[in-house]
Every structure is written in C-alpha cells, then in structure tokens.
C-alpha cells in the first residue's frame, strides 16, 4: 500500500480486515470527497452533510467502544481515514480534531456524558472542535482568559478563541476555561459546549488561510454564555491541565500519521508527473537531479512511514510516550515539508499553481510544524528529557 516510497512496503500493522475498511474507505473518499473539494475549497468548508454521512458509513469514533456508539476498532482504523484522506490533500474535513475531543469525552468523562455525546459525535450528528487557542495565548496556554464562573447549576462563559479548526460547523466544542483565575493550571477546566441555539455565542469570521482552504477554521467568541454544570469534563473543577496533558501523545501521533501519508501522495503525484513531462528531449525523469531527489524524498518517506508505524502499533498497546509523540510530531511535520517542496520543484511552474495537487499539498503542509503544539515546543519537551 505505500508504493510509493518503493519496494511495496506494507505497514506491519495492516490485517485482512484492515485492507477491507480501507477499501471502503477509499472508495467512500473518492466518490464522496474528492468531487466535492473544489466547492469545499470555495466556501470554506466542507458542510454537515459529510459529517452525517461518513458518520452513517461507521467511519467516526472508530476506535470508540460500541458501548458508546463507536465501530470498536482501534488506532488503526481511525489511521486508515486519516490516510486515506492524507494521501488525496483533503484537509478540509477535520475528522483528527473531532476525534481528540471524542476522546477527551471518552478518557475523562464521567458516564453520563460519554452516553449522552458520544453516540451523536459517532454518527456525525455533533461535530467536535476543541478550544484551546485564544489571542494572547497559543504555545503559553496557562495565559488563557476566558472564564467560567459558576452560577447555580450552571457555569457563565466569557471570552473568545481563536484558531479553532471545525470552528464554524462546531456543533460540540471542548472549551479551556479558567475557573480559578491565578491558579495558573490547577485553574483550568474543560467544558463541553453544545452550540445549538446558544445564546450568547457567536462564531466569528472562517479565517483566510495560507492552505487547507476547505477547512472551517474560525474564531469563537462568548459573551456571558450559560453552560449546565454537568458538562464540566469529568465533573471536577481544576483537571483541564492535566486532561489535555494525558491526551497529547493521541494527538501527536494523528498528526505524523496524516504527515506521513501526504509524503505518499505528493511522492506518487510527483513520480507520475517526471515521467509524463518532457524537456530537452526526455522525460524530466531521466535526468539524474530528479532520480537523486526521488531518491532522497521516498528514503524520507520511508523513515517516516517506519517511524509513524511504530507510533499507530505502540497507540493501540497503550504505550506511547509523550516523548516518542513529540519527536514523531515535530520531525515528520518538518520532513513533510521538504519532501512536499521537492514535489513543487519537480512540477516547475506547474507546483505553484493550486489546480496541481501537490501545490495544495504544500500551502496545506506548513501549519502542521505550527499546530497540535508548535515544533519549537515539542523540541523544548523532547530536551527535557534527555
Ligand atoms: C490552521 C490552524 C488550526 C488550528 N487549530 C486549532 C484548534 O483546533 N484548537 C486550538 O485551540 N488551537 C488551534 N490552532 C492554534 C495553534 O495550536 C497555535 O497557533 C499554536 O499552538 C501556536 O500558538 P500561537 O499561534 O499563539 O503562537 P505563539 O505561541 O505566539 O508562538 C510564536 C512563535 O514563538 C515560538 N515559541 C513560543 N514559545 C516558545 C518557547 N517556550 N520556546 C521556543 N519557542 C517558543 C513558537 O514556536 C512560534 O514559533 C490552530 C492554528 C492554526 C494556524
């Protein structure tokens, strides 16, 4: 399956059963998605509807048990869409995110809110957005100022995020608040907002983007915005920290795996093209510079794809550490933009022109060195430990 780096390397973690989803997942993609991008891309977003339907396919929450309205699989199946949809550049569909909020549902939840989110965000009916981001805090997330203050039997939010992917078809959003302003972490606590007739709420403008076009990233704001106390994650004020700690290495690792699979297709994009275009009286192919960058950009790959394999098997044992996720997320983010630079060189003028795959491949790339905790901080943590 990951020819494209050559030698028709197969993922150690791929079964019969796995090859099965896969195809259906393709196929959904193909004929569900790929039609649909040049729309998406022009509205800014890919629309409920999509959600509903790869939510009905059993595509959602794959790894959620089926107890609360997931498919029961593991990391591998929920890898499978994230490649899948990697590999054809469709960054607009933001399923990585409404998985990590499923999860922090799913980790940190009491009972009663998994049975009670859970099954809708597993059919497609709540899409999930989580934020964290707001103006004057990114990296630094101890300086966030929205506030929760509780009120009887409910907690009164204001404050505004920024940068929140799904923001604008967000229909459930783990929310960072502080509750104990000046308490630095031990202040902070995650809400679960259901935006459906919320008064008070408001999403701002889909923000104009370098690449992933098709992606709703917005702003929120929450102007005195009255939230039932039992949508606090887990019930217990002050856990906000250390819940979105304990998920990170999850997050991470999702964001490697959809890097990888961008170096397969921009690879497979690139190695088609040398072969059909011609100068000087051969095919662009031929000539040594493109066999050598091939060359490099399929032995990046393949690190890359081995290393990754490694993060999806040891996700699904339950052992990966917040150090390996961290290297993953900041060294194939890096090496996924300069395979993906070498795939524009090798189209000429062609690489710069956004109906060219590879073109919206490599706009689409550089935020994932910015996003899910910048490079710069993965390498502040990755040193701490050694
Ligand atoms: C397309 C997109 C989607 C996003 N989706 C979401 C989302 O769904 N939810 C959400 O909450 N957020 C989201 N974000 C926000 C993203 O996580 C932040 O932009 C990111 O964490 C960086 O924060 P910042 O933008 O405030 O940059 P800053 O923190 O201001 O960083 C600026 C620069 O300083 C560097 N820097 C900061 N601290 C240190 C340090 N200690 N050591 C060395 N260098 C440092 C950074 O690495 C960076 O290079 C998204 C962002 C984008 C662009």
Redo the contacts with the bound molecule.
């Keep these: 399956m990951n020819a494209a780096s050559g030698g028709g390397y197969v993922s150690p973690w791929m079964d019969e059963e796995l090859a099965i989803f896969r195809d259906t997942t393709s196929r959904f993609v193909e004929a569900e998605m790929v039609p649909n991008e040049p729309l998406w891309r022009k509205q800014q977003h890919v629309g409920k509807d999509i959600w509903r339907k790869v939510g009905a396919l059993g595509l959602l929450c794959t790894d959620i048990s089926a107890q609360y309205g997931g498919v029961g699989g593991d990391f591998r199946h929920e890898a499978v869409l994230y490649e899948e949809l990697g590999r054809r550049g469709l960054s607009g569909f933001?399923q990585g995110?409404h998985s990590i909020c499923a999860h922090y549902l799913l980790n940190h939840g009491t009972e009663e809110q998994k049975r009670r989110f859970l099954p809708r965000m597993a059919r497609g009916e709540l899409i999930g957005?989580?934020?964290?981001?707001e103006p004057a805090?990114?990296?630094?997330l101890q300086g966030i100022k929205t506030r929760a203050v509780r009120e009887g039997d409910s907690y009164v939010v204001s404050g505004s995020?920024?940068?929140?992917?799904?923001?604008y078809l967000a229909e459930l959003i783990a929310l960072?608040v502080k509750t104990q302003p000046g308490e630095g972490a031990k202040g902070t606590s995650i809400l679960m907002v259901e935006t459906k007739d919320l008064l008070g709420f408001r999403v701002g403008r889909i923000?104009d983007?370098m690449g992933?076009k098709s992606?709703d990233?917005a702003e929120l704001f929450f102007d005195n915005v009255r939230v039932p106390a039992a949508n606090l994650l887990g019930g217990v004020e002050g856990q906000g920290f250390y819940q979105l700690m304990s998920d990170l290495p999850y997050e991470r690792a999702l964001i490697a795996v959809i890097a990888v699979a961008s170096m397969e297709g921009a690879l497979a994009e690139t190695i088609k093209y040398v072969k059909e275009r011609r100068a000087f009286g051969r095919s662009i192919a031929e000539f040594q510079n493109t066999k050598f960058k091939l060359a490099e950009a399929a032995t990046k790959t393949r690190i890359a794809r081995v290393f990754v394999d490694d993060c999806i098997t040891r996700i699904v044992k339950g052992s990966l550490d917040t150090l390996s996720a961290s290297m993953a997320k900041y060294w194939v983010t890096d090496t996924q933009q300069e395979v993906l630079d070498e795939g524009v060189q090798l189209h000429g003028g062609y690489g710069y022109m956004n109906e060219y795959l590879v073109c919206r491949m490599f706009a689409d790339a550089r935020?994932q060195r910015?996003?899910?905790?910048?490079?710069?901080?993965m390498k502040?943590l990755i040193s701490r430990s050694l």
């Design positions: 933001g995110v957005a989580i934020g964290m981001t805090a990114g990296s630094d995020k920024i940068f929140i992917t799904n923001g960072v923000l983007k992933m992606q990233t935020v910015i996003y899910g905790g910048t490079n710069e901080i502040e």
